[in-house]
């Protein structure tokens, strides 16, 4: 499971990085980012432009956008079965981006969890590959929301946790943005755990786990 994230790099940093595609001028830095939280999201609506999404997918034809209901997570080798998620995976696929994420590290024997800060080496931008859709009210507003693929970790995560979140390799963008359906034997091929050899991680304060906190020093190394 993923449950946080963050997105701190600045937005000028993303033009150089992501060239093909739209963002935002101007979002302020992220460091915690949790359940409920905006993301900065690319849909595969063929438009190749970056807007927030709820991070918590509601399906369309869910009843109401319970926030306890939302579905943070798809993993990878059961989402072409569950009605939650299959819709999503055939029809509306996303980018989401970040420049880091949190996993929690159990320790036999203890109670308390270790929160571990995970990014590239070069700490460069990156990309989730998401499931996104959208829930319309009957008073006419709505609420469009995603969630983010997990899979098998890579050795260095294996070491953290037994899930990771799927990275997408740039290569893949285009065609897990193509707007045609697509089934699970096209797709599922480009989740697969990201190059260990490619990432870095250390030990973070506890500050992180509070959601409600937002801060630069919640990614800096555990003293």
Sequence with gaps: MCGRFTLTVNPAEFEDKFGNFIFPQQFAPRFNIAPSQPTLAIPNNDRFKADFFTWGLVPM??????????????????????????????????????????????????????????????????????????????DGSYLRSCALITTAPNKLMETIHNRMPAILHPRDYAAWLDPSAQTPNQILPLIKSYPAEDMDAHPVGALVNNAHLDAPEMILPAQ
Aim: net charge positive.
């Design 61 to 138: 034809w869910a009843k109401d956008p319970v926030i306890g209901r939302r579905l943070i997570n798809a993993r990878s080798e059961t989402m072409a079965e569950k009605p939650s998620f299959r819709g999503s995976l055939k029809y509306k696929r996303c980018l989401v981006f970040a420049d880091g994420f949190y996993e929690w590290k159990t320790h036999q024997g203890k109670k308390a969890k270790t929160p571990f800060y995970i990014y590239m080496k070069d700490r460069q931008p990156f990309a989730f590959a998401g499931l996104w859709d959208t829930w319309s009210s009957s």
